[in-house]
């Protein structure tokens, strides 16, 4: 067993990327389970370490029920003279996003409230300066206690370059906002391009680009704007409004993630937390489900007990 700093032994890999892979780890020093992720550095080896050490710092910051938080930062020697960067990252158990859309759309209300909770966590991340650059369905974890969005670890601060070669962004094609393909530094717009497609591809069940291919989405990509949502029963139009806005060519024109969480959050009143605020507490107490159930989506948009006053969506409180 592989053994990284003399404290995290790898126990089992569960994800590989590009540049990356990520394992199941266990801390010896406080005896918990982590995830490890082990990063290949780019051709500025010293330059790269630095860089990713600088946004793990940052993003360790980052505290938030919804952001899978990082726990610490270290190098592992693999070859003589080569240092490898990992981040340690809190584990959230559960399953990916991905996984779930396999089967097809979600239920509207699960994929509002999905949407929800991210959205939550990019408005703190952003009020800390935070740009994520990869949102996807890949990076949600659903958990038994609501979403966990994982790979903060790599995130950078808002308007900083990509720092990466010619010819190579970073983020997943799909959820590239159209500015990302032009090099222009991140800011947090950019995540809320991809909060759009996610949304659209949480409810439609695929993505607002006919493409089969990676070649021919990039091509769709800078031929075409997004397919319109088509028509959802029960969705409320403002989320259906929101969807398109979000994914607007001008970056000024989308809606910043403070008021993406409210508006997706008050759809299915459904609490989410964000900066200051906790919105939308629950009609009453249930008995304890999985939120990711057609059961608890329905329950979430039921009428309230008898003799209850319905809840006013807008009324919130601090947290």
Partial sequence: MRTLDGRYELEQRVGVGGTSEVWRAHDTVLDRPVAVKLI???????????????????????????????????????????????????????????????????????????????????????????????????????????VKVLDFGIATPAGAD?????????????????????????TPAADMYALGVLLYYCLVGRLPYPADSTTQLLGARRRQPPEPLPTIDGLPPEVAQLCRQLMADDPARRPASLMAALLLAEAVDARVYVPMLAVAPPRQRR?????????????????????????????????
């Fill in 40 to 146: 290949t550095p780019g051709r500025d080896e010293d330059g790269s370490v630095e860089r990713i050490r600088a946004e793990a710092r940052s993003a360790a910051r980052l505290v938030h029920p919804n952001v899978a938080s990082v726990h610490d930062f270290g190098t592992a020697a693999a070859l003589p003279g080569q240092a490898v960067p990992f981040i340690v990252m809190e584990l959230a158990e559960g399953e990916t996003l991905a996984v779930h859309l396999r089967s097809g759309p979600l239920d509207w209300r699960i994929a509002v409230r999905v949407c929800a909770e991210v959205a939550a966590a990019l408005a703190a991340a952003h009020a800390h300066g935070i740009v994520h650059r990869d949102v996807k369905p890949a990076n949600v974890m659903l958990t038994p206690t609501g």
């Fill in 162 to 186: 990509d720092g990466m070669p010619d010819g190579m962004v970073v983020g997943t094609p799909a959820y590239l906002a159209p500015e990302q393909f032009e090099r222009r530094p991140a």
């Fill in 287 to 319: 008995e304890r489900v999985s939120p990711w159930t057609a059961q608890a989506a329905a329950e979430a948009t039921q009428a309230a007990a008898p003799g209850e006053a319905p809840a006013d969506p807008a009324r919130r409180r601090a947290s």
